[in-house]
């Protein structure tokens, strides 16, 4: 999705304000473009392409300029669903779609996902590359999103450590006196789990860097129809 590693991403579809507008989305598409996806959204589709991804579509939360789904659609996806809380974010993943000629295969959607689940069907793939990490529910959030995934449900979110905690607490400070609205939240890696691994999936790829982990499930668990969103 791009960004620059420093802090949880603002296209996370919850409380983004206009400091999370144009100008931060043009110099992301801007960085995207130049240098590709920033390490830890490799690592995340490299996790979800894992065992092809050839027909299957996508549902990427939060996905800022669409390095994500982008990925995946040149890698022999069939279609994306694209939600995002940023207007601006929104308007730069277009221009990349039509850039790339995939804009007939992406459907976007503007908003907080938990607002807009009930009207989002079922994709073989889900990813939240940052995006947890600046929610404040996140038990729906991932509770909805993981609800939606037939196949892969694909992470990125704050490792759980004292650290990166006391530091996301001394952001949240500076952003209160900024006076800007997204928060940063450092959830505990076993409460994320707990919410998926009952939906039927396995942990299959794991990476951590500094301050991001990632981490792929894979379902493991027949969808019954009784499973179903």
Known sequence: MGGD??????RCGCR???????????????????????????????????????????????AGVGAVHQQLLADG??????????????????????????ADRVHYEIGDFVELAPAIGENDIVAL?????????????????????????????????????????????????GRQRVRAYVHRSADVEAIVRPEGFTPRFRRSGLFWQVTVFERTRPLSAADSP
Not at 5 to 10: E, F, I, L, R, W
């Open 129 to 177: 590359d940052r995006v947890i990490c600046c929610y404040p529910d996140m038990p729906a959030l991932v509770r909805l999103s993981v609800a939606r995934a037939r196949r892969r449900y694909g992470l990125v979110y704050p490792r759980d450590t004292w650290w990166i905690r006391v530091g996301a607490g001394v952001l949240n400070g500076l952003a209160r006196l």
């Open 77 to 102: 996806a069939l279609a994306a669903v694209d939600v995002d809380g940023s207007p601006a974010y929104v308007a730069a993943a277009r221009e990349e779609a039509a850039r790339r000629g995939t």
């Open 16 to 62: 983004v304000g206009n400091e999370f507008g144009d100008r931060a989305a043009r110099a992301d598409l801007k960085a995207y473009r130049k240098s590709g996806p920033v390490r830890t959204t490799r690592w995340l589709i490299e996790g979800l392409e894992t065992g092809g991804v050839a027909g299957m579509t996508v549902l990427d939360i939060g």
């Open 5 to 10: 590693g420093s802090g949880c991403d603002p």
